[in-house]
């Protein structure tokens, strides 16, 4: 229909293109993700609500938060924050002392929403479910499980250390009214949840994904020298992406997603296919297909899943802590505490299994028993590990073994052909030292034996120990 309006209106194509697939397809595809998600979870979260049955839930956890400097209400507003942050920022109201309500605010990103959770299951769907059938079900929801568990003890941690540090302050008591037991009220329920939450959260997205939309097709669209916005902006964020194991696609669509974590792995896709627009791909092996191809390993996909667990909030959420704090200090705080987290967990797997890649090589019958038993990807280790880009490749290698560039005029197949001549030269080059070192030790054990050896023959034993 809005297409027939801009041709009847005689629109120029780069307006249609402009309206219909930047700001339309962003906005429809953000509805279209958060919308059933959050019309499921917030009416029976209400509905939990209005049975009474979760102030008791905060009251029975007051004592796990308590050990962490924090409130027990904060258990609501955590589990509020798995259909949307911004809903359970909003929640945080309950909360009465302002510094613990502050902490809640800060740290509540670090439980992943409704948004996080598709790309979260694709993930571990393509990368680590094992087996068939309800083996490969349970296994992915163990993941998962494992995923959420870890965001919810870094929420104590970090909400321990704010505690001590920047938010220092007295606990306050734990005052809740625990409401009887009661028959919830549906229809009011309904309309609760839908008028409260749904529509507040989609009407605050709705905000910024079409802005989002817009600047999505100016980077897709616009070129200079030949290449897109986006291409350029990937190239430019390619290094640190490969530091702490993905690559500057990865962060690019982690950026250009801010407006709604739901069209990160989208913007992914799209930059790897060199599209102009959001497309929809439902076929789980296409998917693969395409990441395997443009360098991705399980351990790139455990990086994805850190960091989408820990990063930056969304911009909905960033305008609600703006709203409920009144500063945009505290807004920067709440955006950077999780997104540094991130980084410094996502760094520390990548340069880990890098590590114990470089020792494989090294010594390779030492390490690969206890790497058997220890990896937790598919396969070996190492395999895995060598497809990772080496940004500071001359921390890790010898100039000796270090892999050669190509040069001018020379393909890609020549110079591997030409790195695998080298690489089997070296390992016979290994081999041979082996051997000799193997020989002469035999050679001075003999040595050493005719030296204990007892008698009074001056005549030569043969052996070279002068006897």
Not at 197 to 216: D, N, S, Y
Not at 323 to 346: D, F, H, R, V, Y
Not at 390 to 410: A, M, S, Y
Request: with cysteine; hydrophobic share 40%; proline share 6%.
């Amino acid at each position: 229909m809005l297409s027939r309006l801009l041709e009847l209106l005689s629109a120029p194509g780069w307006l249609e293109s402009f309206l219909l697939d930047g700001i339309y397809t962003v906005l429809t595809w953000v509805i279209a993700v958060m919308l059933p998600p959050m019309a499921i979870f917030f009416p029976l979260f209400t509905l939990l609500e209005d049975f009474g049955y979760l102030p008791r839930v905060a009251f029975h956890l007051d004592r796990s938060f308590q050990r962490a400097c924090a409130c027990g209400k904060q258990s609501l507003t955590m589990c509020m924050g798995f259909g949307c942050n911004a809903a359970g920022v909003t929640g945080c109201r309950i909360i009465d002392s302002p510094r613990e309500r502050l902490i809640a605010i800060i740290t509540h990103n670090f439980v992943p929403c409704n948004g996080s959770f598709p790309t979260m299951i694709t993930c571990i769907s393509l990368f680590f479910a094992a087996g068939s059938g309800l083996c490969r079900t349970v296994s992915s929801a163990a993941l998962l499980l494992g995923l959420i568990l870890l965001g919810i003890f870094c929420t104590f941690g970090v909400s321990r250390l704010l505690s001590h540090t920047i938010l220092k302050g007295i606990p306050s008591s734990f005052t809740l009214e625990l409401p009887p037991y009661r028959r919830p009220q549906i229809g009011k329920v309904l309309l609760r949840s839908l008028l409260d939450r749904t529509v507040f959260v989609l009407g605050r997205a709705c905000l910024v994904a079409a802005p989002a939309g817009a600047l999505l097709w100016g980077f897709t669209n616009c070129t200079i020298a030949g290449e897109s916005l986006f291409d350029h902006c990937a190239a430019f964020l390619e290094l640190p992406g490969q530091c702490i194991g993905l690559d500057g696609v990865i962060l690019l669509g982690f950026l250009l997603g801010f407006p709604a974590n739901e069209i990160v792995l989208p913007i992914i896709l799209m930059g790897y296919t060199a599209g102009t627009t959001l497309t929809e791909t439902s076929d789980l092996s296409r998917i693969h297909e395409i990441l395997t191809a443009n360098g991705w390993t399980p351990v790139t996909a455990l990086c994805m899943l850190l960091f989408l667990l820990f990063h930056f909030p969304c911009s909905t959420t960033c305008l609600t802590i703006r709203k409920e704090t009144g500063s945009w200090k505290w807004t920067l705080a709440a955006w950077c505490i999780p997104t540094l987290a991130g980084i410094l967990l996502c760094g520390a797997v990548s340069w880990t299994v890098r590590l114990v890649n470089f020792i494989f090589e090294k010594h390779p019958q030492a390490v690969s028993p206890y790497l058997r038993i220890f990896s937790p990807f598919p396969g070996n280790l190492s395999s895995a590990a060598k497809n990772l880009p080496l940004p500071c490749d001359f921390f890790l290698r010898t100039r000796k073994n270090r892999r050669r560039k190509p040069v001018c005029g020379e393909t890609e197949t020549e110079m591997s052909k030409q790195n695998q001549n080298q690489s089997q030269i070296r390992q016979q080059q290994q081999s041979q030292n082996r051997q000799n070192q193997q020989a002469q030790q035999k050679q001075n054990q003999s040595a050493q034996n005719c030296r204990n050896q007892q008698g009074d023959d001056d005549d030569d034993c043969g052996c070279g120990c002068g006897r």
